[in-house]
């Protein structure tokens, strides 16, 4: 999919779901679906160049020992998140 698909705005931020955290927020194992953005984020853009955009399911794989940093599988392939672009992605839980 050619990047200029994904959104080049930030997500109406009044409009996230009450039960939406921050990514960093669950542990190892989690199922999760991306619902937006941290509000003030200076991540937004990179995350959704990464395709972590809403809609998107994801699993936490491995946590490093101090928490830095994080990986997730997201379509068929692992990413490594920093404990900073992990709470600037918010998500909810699958069942």
Do not use: W
Request: hydrophobic share 40%; glycine share 6%; no cysteine.
């Amino acid at each position: 999919m050619p990047l200029s698909a994904f959104p080049t705005e930030p997500t109406d931020f009044s409009k996230q779901p009450e039960s939406a955290k921050t990514l960093s927020d669950f542990p190892l194992g989690s199922q999760l679906r991306v619902v937006g953005y941290a509000e003030h984020s200076k991540y937004i853009t990179q995350l959704q160049r990464l395709g972590l955009v809403p809609g998107t399911q994801l699993t936490i794989e491995r946590l490093a020992p101090l928490g830095d940093p994080m990986q997730i599988r997201l379509r068929n392939f692992s990413l490594a998140l920093r404990p900073s672009e992990a709470t600037a992605l918010l998500v909810q839980l699958l069942t």
